[in-house]
DNA sequence: AAAACGGGGGC
DNA sequence: GCCCCAGTTTT
C-alpha cells in the first residue's frame, strides 16, 4: 500500500474518530486528568484491561491522586485499592517507587522528555512514549500491537515486531504526518479492528481493506 | 484450557 | 538480542 492509499484511509477513520476515542476514554475518569494520573494510570494498564485499569484508577485516585499523597499510602494499601489489575503486587511497589522518584529528583513533576521519563524505575519506552503522547500531546509513534498489527494488515509496512515497526514509522512519516496516527490507530484496533473477533459491518475501511474478503464477521 | 491485555528488567 | 517475570478477565 502507497503512502497516499495509507492517508486516505487514515482521512476515512479520522472522519468517524469520535465515535471510538477509546484512549481519551482510559483518562478522562482519571479523577483529574493530570500527567502524574496519566503516568500512574499507565503503569497499571499493561496486560490489564481498560475497563478494569479505569477502575482501579478511579479509587486509587480518590485516594492519592499527586506523588505526595502516594507516598503517604502503604504498598499494602495501594495493592489492595488496584485489585483486581493483573500484576497488582509489581504495580503497587512500581506506583509507589516512581512517586517517590518523582519527589526526588523532579520536584513532584512528571518529566516530560523521553530520556527523563525511562529513567523512572518500571517506566519503559512504550510507557514513556504513552505518556508523552496523553499527558503532553506530542507527535511521538508510540507503536503498540494494535498499531503494529494494523499498519501491516493494510500493508502500509511489513515488519516483524512492533519496535520494527516503530522504527520504520519514524522514519518514514514526517513529524505533522505522524500527528493523531497512534491514538487514531489504536482506538481502531481495539473497537472495531479487534484481533479476535473484528466489527467489519461498522468498519469505513471496508473497501481499503486487503483482508476484508477473507473475513465473514 | 487458552487467549488477551498499549511491558520491564537483567543479562 | 534473549529470557524471565507475573496475574486477572474473558471466551
Known sequence: MTKETFFHCLELLRAEYSKWDAPAKRFENAYRRTPYTILIS?????????????????????????????????????????????????????????????????????????????????????????????????EVAAVDTHVHRLVNLLGFVRSRSPEETDRILERELLPEERKGLNRLLVSFGQVICRPRHPDCDRCPLKECCPASQSRSS
Open 42 to 138: 499507565t503503569l497499571l494498564s499493561f496486560q490489564t484491561r481498560d475497563e478494569m485499569t479505569l477502575e482501579a484508577g478511579k479509587r486509587l485516585f480518590a485516594l492519592a491522586d499527586t506523588p505526595e499523597a502516594m507516598l503517604r499510602l502503604s504498598e499494602e494499601k495501594i495493592a489492595e485499592t488496584i485489585y483486581p489489575v493483573g500484576f497488582w503486587r509489581k504495580k503497587a511497589a512500581s506506583v509507589r517507587h516512581v512517586s517517590r522518584e518523582l519527589l526526588e529528583r523532579h520536584k513532584g513533576e512528571v518529566p516530560s522528555t523521553l530520556r527523563e521519563l525511562i529513567e523512572l524505575k518500571g517506566v519503559g519506552p512504550k510507557t514513556a512514549k504513552i505518556v508523552l503522547e496523553n499527558a503532553f500531546g506530542a
